[in-house]
């Protein structure tokens, strides 16, 4: 009896200490997420998935692509980049209940990683928005953004709780050629209207300041 007793006290030490390890550790496994994402994204080799340039973001096209992820209020923005056939692509599933036309995302690229304190000549950003006719392809004037005519393409669908953007920029506009590897600086930010707020990836960063930005590596030695 008193075996058993003894027994019932472990096991019932053993199930509060799993259950207050879970209400412990919840906490700590989302916070390094939501408030210091890893601010580096790897792409090594090409992808093997083919891709469908339609707007849609599905785990066959991008089951073998780099991954980031950051908040935006609604849920957590998942990204995934790779490389495909000639293209460097980014795909984003983005959970927003409040759609608005004036929702966008935008991807900014620092071709030659010169991490300037302003937008320069080889700084380029993708200006995508909800309302598509509205996105704009832009490049820094050494002090701001501006339009430019770029090589990238884009591309929406809608779900029931967001929305999923794809787009796309040739390698080769990039400078970037097969068997070479190459480091360029990566930043994202999202504008919600809805409340309105703004998103960045990596935390932290400014749009408008490169220095602030992630890295991207693309490795198409292999
Ligand atoms: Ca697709």
Redesign the pocket.
Known sequence: MHKLAAVLLVVSAVIAGTLSLQGLAQPAATAPAASAPASDVVIKGVSTMP????????KF?YADAACASFPNGHGIVDVSAKCFDGYLYF?FQIPDLSPHPGDDIVIMLDTDHSRHAAPGKTDIRAYVRRNMENSRMQQGDGQKWADYYGDWEY?S?LYSTGR?V?ARIPLKSLGIEPGKKAALGLAFRIWDNKPQQTYNWPAGSNENKPDTWGTLTIDLTE
């Open positions: 891709v469908t340039f339609d707007g849609n973001v599905s096209e795909a591309r669908a999923e794809e």
